[in-house]
């Protein structure tokens, strides 16, 4: 007895299929192995072969436990023996032969139906099945977060860049306020990208180009704190400009209100 676990492969072939003048059929004629799990209502795709010398055959692996069953289909030849595997059960049913009814007139000849391939199951003698190799699988990419480590980095980040600008950015002789308020902005702007990257990095990482780059944040931690010192520049920047413009048209203005009072 031939134990059948999934895995094993058995190699199933066909009698001499032959035609209705009962020679074998051509080389390359299509036969169809079918296999269904009738208990599981599965039916599985059918495996299409090409005769040589008249017989098909092929190997088939049973991939789960169940009863498996094997018909074969040719052309016309739509009636087949049957293939039963149930456990380390193989069975095989060859198909009822049909009554032909005699005639109670004038007998009229009838058309010898083309013989229908008989599959015989002839299992693979195997010591022992060999296991598939097993896939190891491969655990999903982690979703991007920002954590602690994240959070300290961008801190430091923004002390440093905050502290820079304190004493570079202004003049040491102007007002403490006036010093103070361009690193407290740097600070403020810092930590709304910095909020604004933990909110939308799950969704930032599913877009081309950016999505390798911010997974790579959950090992390196070096993508949280250039975006929050970048929101810290922009921000600092974008008061400087606007402070800019702001004096420019202030003084486009007082010309343009000194150069009508001259004319007046």
């Known amino acids: 007895e031939v134990e059948i676990t999934p895995g094993a492969r058995l190699t199933v072939r066909t009698s001499v299929i032959a035609d209705k003048n009962g020679n074998p059929v051509p080389d390359n004629t299509l036969v169809s192995f079918k296999r269904s799990y009738p208990k599981e209502g599965l039916e599985l795709a059918p495996l299409v072969v090409s005769t040589i010398d008249g017989v098909a055959e092929t190997v088939i692996t049973v991939d789960r436990e169940g009863t498996l069953e094997i018909t074969a289909e040719s052309g016309e030849a739509t009636q087949s023996g049957k293939i039963i595997i149930e456990g380390p059960t193989i069975t095989i049913e ?88 361009p690193a407290l902005l740097v600070v403020a702007s810092g930590l709304v990208g910095y909020v604004l990257y ?37 921000g600092l920047g974008s008061v400087y400009l606007f402070n800019a413009l702001k004096a420019r048209y202030q003084n486009s203005f007082e010309e343009k209100e000194e150069a009508d009072e001259a004319q007046n």
């Open 94 to 181: 060859t198909p009822t032969a049909t009554a032909t009814p005699t005639a109670t007139a004038t007998p009229t000849a009838t058309e010898t139906p083309s013989a229908t391939p008989l599959p015989s199951a002839t299992p693979t003698e195997m010591p022992s099945p060999t296991p598939l190799p097993s896939a190891t699988p491969v655990p999903p990419p982690q979703p991007p977060a920002v954590i602690s480590v994240d959070l300290t980095l961008s801190l430091l980040m923004l002390v440093v860049a905050s502290t820079i600008v304190f004493f570079m950015a202004t003049a040491g002789t102007a007002p403490l306020e006036i010093r103070l308020w």
């Open 198 to 234: 933990g909110i939308f990095a799950v969704q930032l990482a599913e877009v081309d180009g950016l999505g390798p780059l911010i997974r790579r944040n959950t090992r390196s931690h070096w993508v949280t704190p250039l975006v929050t010192l970048g929101f810290a520049l922009l």
